[in-house]
């Protein structure tokens, strides 16, 4: 794929009560700021100023263009040796570098849809990607310029588009010549290194009826029927379960069917998300066992579990999320940390407190200067 590098940063305007050229007014929120949490005249290297600049940004997957270009200005800006790998036609992933061949910090600029505007609101931000995961790569960039202060160049930064549907950066970015020996990846964890992430495997369950008029249903057969005994009996299905892991689980996310109310239904199917913990060999054969002639099951994109490296003076636990990891083994030993919770990612109500937000600076700075000294 081309690779292009970026140009120099833009200009930024004053806050009219702040006398500092990077000043984001009002941390680039729509929404009046409350007083109490009125932040307006933090520097950018403010890691609540720099998420908020972020947040304003509409990024969902596929419309990443704008973000990734202030990203890769503001780096480029600061000194980095930036590189903008094209993904498909006005995306990119975002590479920053210095000296290589230590730890690179990546997460993704993608977001789920809608796009929700950034507030402030009960000691915590809000917005779509506070948490997953705008923010982490706003604590990442902050951390980063932070180890280059103390005098500490081994470090790079990585920040992938189109995770939430794909991955496509991702894959494409394990093509880049990567030197660093350790891959600290962000997702929201709630500030605890994750010592291990379940797969995911995406399945899809079809039955067939045959189509007749609603007034003579005798004529036809409903393939709705057999679709509901099928989710009926799922939750029997025995799937596989792990020591560290936990359980498999699946997530029945859609079902679509039918063509009118006055046509008998000729056709049902539902997608699914199975979580997995292991090997999906066994978990492909329960499925096949379980759908066996009452229906038909197609399986597609497909993320391995894994286990993680960790490192002594941190809290850990399993995530039961997948994330691009899997994806990026040219970047180094894998390790899994980001401030928030993944229980309000995806949701109206996203949130990071900023308590966690502005520690998980020293969090990752801590992480590196760990991984590097060993």
């Known amino acids: 794929m081309p690779l292009t590098t970026t140009g120099a940063s833009g200009s930024r305007k004053r806050h009219k009560k ?21 932040l307006c005249c933090r520097y950018m290297e403010d890691v609540v100023a720099l998420t908020a600049e972020l947040l304003s940004i509409p990024s969902t997957t596929r419309e990443e263009g704008a973000v990734v270009d202030l990203v890769a200005r503001r ?10 790998q094209e993904v498909s036609p006005g995306r990119g992933n975002v590479w920053a570098s210095r000296r290589g061949g230590g730890v690179t910090f990546s997460t993704h600029l993608d977001t789920v849809p809608p796009h929700v505007a950034p507030r402030l609101d009960a000691g915590a931000l809000y917005g779509r990607g506070a948490c997953d995961a705008k923010g982490i790569a706003a604590a990442m960039m902050v951390a980063a310029e932070q180890l280059v202060a103390e005098g ?11 995770e939430e549907r794909g991955s496509d950066g991702a894959r494409l970015a394990n093509q880049l010549p990567a030197t660093s020996r350790y891959l600290v990846n962000g997702e929201p964890t709630e500030s605890l290194l994750a010592t291990g992430c379940k797969g995911a495997l995406r399945a899809t369950v079809r039955t067939r009826g045959r189509a007749a008029h609603s007034a003579y249903p005798q004529l036809g057969h409903s393939a709705f029927p057999a679709m509901f005994a099928l989710l009926g009996d799922l939750e029997r299905v025995a799937l596989p379960v792990d020591d560290r892991l936990g359980a498999t689980t699946v997530n029945v996310g859609t079902i679509a069917g039918g063509a009118e109310a006055n046509i008998v239904p000729a056709h049902c199917e539902a997608e699914m998300m199975v979580r997995l913990v292991g090997d999906p060999a066994p978990v492909r054969a329960a499925l096949d066992a379980w759908v066996r002639d009452r229906g038909a099951i197609e399986y ?3 993320i391995p579990a894994q286990h993680f490296h960790t490192v002594p003076g941190f809290a850990t636990a399993p995530m039961a999320y ?22 309000v990612a995806h949701t109206p109500h996203e949130h990071i407190p900023l308590a966690e937000l502005r520690d998980s600076v020293e969090a990752y700075a801590r992480l590196a200067r760990t991984l590097l000294a060993s």
């Open 152 to 162: 500490e160049e081994r470090v790079d930064l990585l920040f992938v588009v189109g």
């Open 18 to 38: 702040c006398r500092n050229t990077q000043c984001v007014k009002h941390l680039a929120l729509a929404a009046p700021l409350a007083p109490q949490a009125a």
């Open 322 to 343: 997948t994330s691009d990891i899997p994806l990026l083994g040219r970047w180094g030993t894998p390790l899994l940390f980001g401030p928030g919770s993944i229980h």
């Open 300 to 302: 597609g994109s497909f």
């Open 75 to 84: 780096l480029v800006s600061r000194g980095w040796n930036v590189t903008v």
